[in-house]
């Protein structure tokens, strides 16, 4: 029965983690696919200042610096590779 309820907190654990992973992307990339699909059904009249663009992107591109954060902050194994590598 343990070695049963040691595989359910395993498979609960890495469930919330991607949980997680996939929330970031989403807060992350979704503003720029909004505006993307929004800009392409509208086409010319809809303009958009550049740096809201700039700012959608980078928004975005935040996302690939939160995957190590997140990975490393709910992951034991990744968390001492990620401390090994920093050392």
Not at 53 to 74: C, K
């Amino acid at each position: 029965m343990t070695q049963q309820r040691k595989q359910i907190h395993r498979e609960n654990k890495a469930a919330k983690t991607l949980g997680i992973i996939m929330g970031a992307f989403l807060f992350c990339w979704l503003p720029f696919f909004i505006w993307y699909l929004s800009t392409t059904l509208c086409g010319v009249k809809c303009d958009t200042p550049k740096e809201v663009i700039s700012l959608l992107f980078w928004i975005g591109y935040v996302n690939s610096a939160l995957n190590p954060l997140i990975y490393a902050f709910f992951n034991r194994d990744f968390r001492e590779a990620f401390r090994r590598l920093l050392r």
